[in-house]
Each structure stands twice: as C-alpha cells, then as structure tokens.
C-alpha cells in the first residue's frame, strides 16, 4: 500500500487538512498521485473561499473577534482598559521570582542586561491595580489585551510571540470567595464565546509562578489560567488585598473553538489569514 509523500502530507497540512487524510493509504502510486491533486485542488478551493469571505464580508479575523468579545464582556463586568509597555526591566521580572536560576528565565527576550520584552503582562497590571488602589481606596478592576514574547519550543501549540488578555479584580472578593469568583468568570468568559459546558473543564494545577492555578481547558487544549491572592508574590508589588486575575491565551482559543491543530494559523503572520495559508 502507498502513503502519501512527506512533500504531499506537508502540503495537506498547510490547507488544513486532517490527520485522517493524511493516513489514507493507495493501491498504486498513480491513485495516491491523482487522490493528491483532487485533495489539494478542492482545498484550495475551500480556502480561497474563505479568505474572499474574510475581505468581502468578516473584515476581522477570528483571533480578533475573539479578543473582542472577551473585551466586550469584561467591560460588560465593569472593567476597565488599560495599556502597558511592552518593554519592561529585569527587576519586574525577579519581582515575580523570575530570576537567573529560575527556568522561565531562558525564554526571556532580552533587549539589554536590564530590560526585556515581556513574557507576561502580569508584572504592569501588579503596579497598575496597585496604583488605581492606592489613590481611590476602592476595589479596582482592569484589564490588558497585548503581545508578550517568550523563546518557545516553536512547536503546534507555542509561538514567539502571543497575544495576551488578563483581567484582575482587586479588592473586590472577601477572603475565602476567591475561587469560587475565579470559576465564576472563567464560566461566563466561556458562555460569551459560545463553548458548550461540556466543551470544556477548569482544572487545577500548579504553577511555577503562582503557585495553584485554575486552567481553562477545551478538548484537553489549556487556553486561559487563572490564579488568586492574597498571594506570595503580592508583598513584592505593596498589594495586601484580596485578588482574582484570569490570562487567557488569544491565539490558543482561536485555535481551540477553530478545531485546529497548529496555533501559528491564528498569531500574527505574513504566512497565514484568519488559520488559511496564503501560498495558494
């Protein structure tokens, strides 16, 4: 029996083609030669129809519309938008217990000895919400959607660079309701993008950073954790409240409620569009 060549199985996954088609086995060379042309043909076909559809009527593309949504809910909740550099400094990282030793710290960009591209956004938002605290004395709640960079194993499910959305609430929760405000949200940032209960399930875990963590995850695919103080790290940023924060990885959920397999069809690229290759 004849399977499909390396060449032919590449080409197969650029479309957007399954595990499955890629598996089909052929009496001869000729039959897996001609099922190619016809697979590739009508593949094309598909996603050429699907970028006319994004340029003539979307306008957005998924990863977009999916940042949106969850912006439209969180302001929805009373959220506020807030901005943050992308650059920050090497002390904000050991701030989180990101220090030389400590494995994240190789997958740092690091623009200088003292200054880095972030690889997360919580270290702005400690000082924001911290600051918001201070000079109101009321509960603060804040959000930022953005880029954060990491060297990652460029693999299906990482990229270089990803899109970022964390929300905090600060203040707000009395202690001991922390977890059961974390799964509230987690619940209804699910229902505003539509996935079925029984789609996805929060799982606890434990983090390097923050110690136990509630994960968001949608076919066994982890899109979002959540985390909640007080917490170690909160004397290090002068926040002694009560807190619950939610990172939800944009790119990741793109893929997730697509039912793709390879998250680079979703970040941003000058190789894809809205998860179709463009050397069609």
């Not at 590449?10 to 897996?32: A, K, P, S, V, Y």
């Not at 400094?89 to 690091?110: C, P, R, S, Y």
Request: overall charge negative; some cysteine.
């Amino acid at each position: 029996m004849e399977k499909f060549t390396v060449t032919q199985r590449e080409r197969i996954g650029e479309l957007n083609g399954t595990t499955e088609r890629m598996e089909l086995e052929f009496e001869t060379i000729e039959d897996r030669d001609r099922s190619f042309r016809e697979m590739e043909t009508s593949m094309v076909k598909e996603s050429r129809a699907k970028i006319r559809t994004l340029l003539h009527e979307k306008h957005v593309t998924g990863t977009v519309e999916t940042g949106r949504k969850l912006e439209q809910w969180l302001t929805g909740e009373g959220f506020t938008k807030v901005e943050t550099p992308t650059i920050i400094t090497k002390k904000m990282l050991a701030q989180m217990t990101i220090d030389e030793g400590h494995k994240l710290n190789d997958q740092v960009f690091w623009l200088d000895s003292k200054k880095c591209l972030r690889p997360m956004l919580a270290p702005n938002l400690y000082v924001v919400m911290r600051e918001l605290k201070r000079m109101t004395n009321e509960p603060v709640k804040i959000f930022e959607i953005g880029s954060c960079f990491r060297k990652e194993s460029q693999g299906a499910q990482h990229m270089n660079e990803f899109t970022m959305l964390n929300c905090v609430e600060l203040a707000y929760v009395e202690d001991g309701q922390q977890l059961e405000e974390l799964k509230r949200l987690a619940h209804a940032a699910m229902a505003q993008l539509g996935v079925p209960k029984e789609e996805y399930r929060l799982v606890v875990e434990e983090s390097v950073v923050y110690g136990s963590t509630v994960d968001i995850e949608i076919n066994g695919l982890e899109v979002a954790s959540g985390s909640y103080g007080p917490h170690f790290l909160d004397s290090q940023w002068g926040v002694f409240d009560t807190w619950v924060g939610i990172g939800f990885g944009i790119e990741r959920l793109t893929m997730a409620l697509s039912g793709s397999k390879t998250i680079k069809r979703y970040g941003k690229s000058i190789s894809f569009i809205d998860g179709q290759p463009l050397n069609i």
